[in-house]
């Protein structure tokens, strides 16, 4: 089974600090996504990667940006963390498009910035 | 992207079957249709997936309208652990959305002993 393993379960942060979310995936998948659920708005895509070294904006990428060195790792990074960017991150990967199953979640990082 | 519209919420007894209906009137020829749920405290987890014909995998069935403006998630025999949102989901093969996630609200399944 494919595995996203996503590096805390649970984070606190103080304001202003830099905050790095680490995401693996073992299986070789070429596309990994990183989204943030809050009560009430669902789940928010805020940024994307399609290969090694590249990234794509989701729908929500301010305040936010990513790091894919591997393939098997993606980073999010808060550069300057504000009180609303507590949240659930969760990470997920996949293999190709819609024509393909397999977008694996992990189990997602609970992070509150005090 | 293409938007898809759920129910709020269903509830259903234990073991009864459950049929999950999702309109996506404005669905292109390329997009797959998804469904994934989220257990409580978890991350979403992938159910099952079609673009034309009707699918079936040991968790579900999904049953495609022919005009593919609508489509039904459907378990065979409800248990307490399903028990979960359920998302249907566009994805398409090509263009600005391949590979893309757009989650809606989802339905909330609620499964009564």
């Known amino acids: 089974d494919v595995k996203v393993t996503q590096s805390s379960r649970y984070l606190v942060k103080r304001t202003g600090e830099k905050v790095f979310l680490e995401c693996v995936q073992d299986?070789?998948?070429?596309?990994m996504f990183w989204y943030r659920q809050d009560p009430g708005l669902g789940l928010r895509l805020i940024y994307f990667?399609?290969?090694?070294?590249?990234?794509e904006k989701g729908d929500i990428p301010e305040g936010y940006s990513v790091s894919r060195e591997k393939k098997e790792r993606f980073s999010l990074i808060l550069e300057s963390a504000s009180t609303n960017q507590t949240s659930m991150y969760l990470c997920?990967?996949?293999?190709?498009?819609?024509?393909?199953?397999?977008?694996?979640f992990g189990s997602g990082t609970r992070l509150t910035v005090v | 992207d293409a938007k898809t519209t759920q129910p709020n919420s269903m509830e259903s007894n234990e073991e009864e079957p459950v049929h999950l209906p999702c309109n996506h009137s404005?669905?292109?020829?390329?997009?797959?249709i998804h469904w994934y749920r989220q257990l409580p405290s978890q991350g979403p987890e992938y159910v099952i997936h079609?673009?034309?014909s009707n699918v079936n995998n040991r968790m579900a069935s999904l049953a495609i309208a022919e005009d593919r403006k609508s489509s039904t998630l459907i378990l065979h025999r409800a248990t307490l652990r399903d028990a979960a949102v359920y998302y249907c989901?566009?994805?398409?093969?090509?263009?600005?959305?391949?590979?893309?996630?757009?989650f809606g609200q989802g339905t909330i399944l609620t499964v009564h002993p």
């Open positions: 404005t669905i292109s020829g390329t997009d797959y």
């Open positions: 299986m070789d998948h070429e596309n």
């Open positions: 997920a990967s996949s293999l190709g498009g819609g024509d393909h199953y397999g977008y694996t």
């Open positions: 990667s399609y290969d090694v070294k590249m990234k």
């Open positions: 079609g673009l034309t």
């Open positions: 989901i566009l994805i398409g093969a090509g263009g600005t959305s391949y590979g893309k996630l757009t």
